[in-house]
């Protein structure tokens, strides 16, 4: 079957009307869609082609075999088999998923959301896509709603999914399983269906298939569309409450950073008892990178140091502790204060990784258009240029990367400067190199060393991460520049 930009109707007016409400994605984007070939992301490809063409939307699909069930590969055929059918780009990603359950110590679910939304950001970095599109529905945020009251959570966590975190986007989140799968069904579209949906193997399946319908039947028939609701005014509210807190924190902490907070005792017992235990958990989370094992008792042990003398401590999760110092309660996380000293002894040893002037490769590669330079301290820059016959996308490794060698006036390695910035997306929008070494959770003391591939203040490549969007390889490339790092850690 083909683009449907003709056939509008009722339902995809609902899904154009939720995601501009949300906001979802602009004028021009570039989505990558994670389809399964289940009715739900079926559905969501065929609505995405067919809005494409109004909001000038460029689709592709990432597909991922988990390797668990014998007719994976079938799916993954079916799912390729769709998108030549709507000219949409396939991305295919196959990961032993029990395997990395096994190796990671975690349920083969979550093992598998791993693996999904990793696939997912390695073909929007490689289609250059700067939204992410999964297919939940409503009667997802009503299983996860209740799935996160079971086993017991705050308001984030009863907020369920969101219609949009960061740069994930849920379109389908205002349709129900029946309508949707109702929707293909009149429109004589196929789906492939996952077994192990319908097994009780999964907790989340146990919710879907029998707590649900019990509450349908037993208690309301729209018992999922209620939840749903519910869902979302917790998800507002969570956020408010988030805000408050935030503002709060700006009343009581008087030092922090990543390896103690301290606050204010008199400041902190003035604010609302709600706030209080927020502002802690929230405290905690960003001394423990996310907060996990975190719960309510140890927040309750905390609180209770504001009441009592100086001298008292409380051990927590994650090698946190928390101790009274007169008007003050101080959170702090020995280990990261012994890994940034261990940090600044590494720095401080290899200093010298790169001289502090740059290396120029602008003339060594108009000279030669192949060879290797010596990087001090790093190993060897091994550098080609070539001509024709390139293959879009072109699978880029963490040491080897190549770029369109057209778009790049200068070229040379070095350190940061103030001022450096890298391209981020299809419509080259700027972020600052600082704003991205922060976002990717790279420690201060390494920051500074960090290898860097610049065209003046432009970053090209953050060695070891990505590369700017403004000098990848396109179909309408001429020269690309292929330069790999070799001599320490390298992947090829």
């Known amino acids: 079957m083909g683009r449907m930009g003709a056939g509008r109707d009722g339902l995809m007016e609902r899904v154009r009307d939720y995601m501009e409400r949300e906001r979802m994605a602009e004028t021009g ?139 994930v986007i849920r379109p389908l989140l205002c349709l129900g399983r029946e ?30 298939n029998h707590i649900l319908p019990y509450a349908r039947q037993a208690v309301c028939q729209g018992a999922d569309i209620h939840l749903a609701q519910e869902a979302e005014l917790l998800s507002a509210t969570a956020d408010y409450v988030l805000r408050m807190t935030r503002e709060a924190m700006g009343r009581c902490v008087k030092e922090e950073s990543r390896e103690r907070t301290e606050i204010d005792v008199h400041a902190f017992l003035r604010e609302d008892g709600l706030l209080q235990g927020h502002m802690l958990l929230e405290a905690l989370k960003r001394l423990s990178g996310g907060g996990k094992d975190l719960g309510t008792s140890h927040v309750a042990a905390v609180r209770g140091l504001f009441e009592k003398q100086g001298g008292r401590r409380v051990l927590l999760p994650c090698g946190l502790e928390a101790v009274r110092s007169f008007d003050r309660v101080i959170l702090r996380n020995p280990a990261e204060r012994e890994e940034r000293q261990r940090g600044q002894g590494r720095a401080e040893e290899q200093k010298d990784i790169l001289p502090s002037r740059e290396i120029s490769l602008t003339g060594p590669i108009r000279e030669c258009k192949r060879g290797e330079i010596v990087l001090p301290g790093l190993g060897f820059l091994e550098f080609s240029l070539e001509t024709g016959g390139f293959l879009v996308p072109i699978e880029q490794k963490t040491y080897t990367k190549w770029f369109d060698y057209d778009k790049i006036e200068s070229l040379a390695v070095r350190t940061r400067r103030p001022g450096d910035y890298l391209c981020i997306n299809e419509g080259l929008q700027r972020k600052s190199l600082k704003e991205y070494l922060i976002q990717e959770r790279i420690p201060a003391w390494e920051r500074d060393r960090i290898p860097l591939l610049a065209d003046g203040s432009h970053i090209l490549w953050v060695v070891g991460h990505r590369i700017s969007s403004a000098v990848k390889v396109r179909e309408d490339t001429k020269k690309v520049l292929r330069i790999h790092i070799r001599g320490g850690k390298e992947d090829g």
């Open 29 to 167: 984007s570039r989505i990558v869609a994670g389809v399964s070939g289940g009715a739900d992301s079926v559905c969501l490809l065929y609505l995405l082609t067919g809005l494409a063409e109004e909001f000038g939307w460029r689709i592709a699909v990432v597909h991922v075999n988990h390797r668990i069930r014998p007719e994976a590969a079938e799916d993954a055929r079916y799912v390729e088999k769709l998108c030549k059918a709507l000219f949409v780009p396939f991305y295919l990603k196959e990961t032993d998923v029990e395997g990395l359950a096994k190796e990671q110590g975690m349920s083969v679910e979550e093992a598998g959301r791993k693996a999904r939304y990793e696939a997912f950001s390695e073909a929007a970095e490689r289609f250059g896509a700067d939204r992410i599109a999964v297919a939940h529905n409503r009667n997802d945020r009503a299983e996860t709603l209740l799935f996160h009251l079971f086993r017991g959570t705050g308001l984030a966590g009863m907020g369920s999914i969101r219609p949009v975190r960061g740069n």
């Open 179 to 208: 309508e949707i799968e109702g929707w293909l069904a009149e429109r004589k579209i196929a789906w492939r269906i996952d077994e192990s949906n319908v097994t009780d193997t999964y907790t989340r399946n146990r919710i879907r």
